[in-house]
């Protein structure tokens, strides 16, 4: 199983990004995926996750009504459309497969892939 984050990169503060996730050896439509991040020195932490289906998400209080999760089942792919960044934004971005979606993201296998570096300038 290979996971691939890609869309990152350098934006100025309250720029877009939209991340994409897809895998390889591995049909996402079968479970739920998130969205994490880790900043320097800091821990990985549950940006936002969505039900197989789509029918429910959950989102970081500090990126609600900024970030918005969605996903294409045909494509085998989930999104992070990022708006309004802020330069603590600023992480390596995963999607991760096999999340548990509640009251939170809870990550149940160890596939993570290299991540997907976002810069936010002020």
């Known amino acids: 199983v290979q996971l691939q984050a890609s869309g990152g990169g350098l934006v100025q503060v309250g720029g877009s990004l939209r991340l994409s996730c897809t895998a390889s050896g591995l049909r996402l439509d079968q479970y739920g995926v998130g969205w994490f991040r880790q900043a320097p020195g800091k821990e990985r932490e549950a940006v936002s996750c969505i039900t197989n289906t789509g029918g429910s998400q959950y989102y970081k209080d500090s990126v609600k009504d900024r970030f918005t999760i969605s996903r294409d089942n045909a494509k085998n792919m989930v999104y992070l459309q990022m708006n309004s960044l802020k330069p603590e934004d600023t992480a390596v971005y995963y999607c991760?497969?096999?999340?548990?979606?509640?009251?939170?993201?809870?990550?149940?296998?160890?596939?993570w892939g290299q991540g997907t570096q976002v810069t936010v300038s002020s």
């Open positions: 991760a497969p096999k999340v548990r979606v509640g009251f939170g993201c809870l990550p149940e296998s160890d596939y």
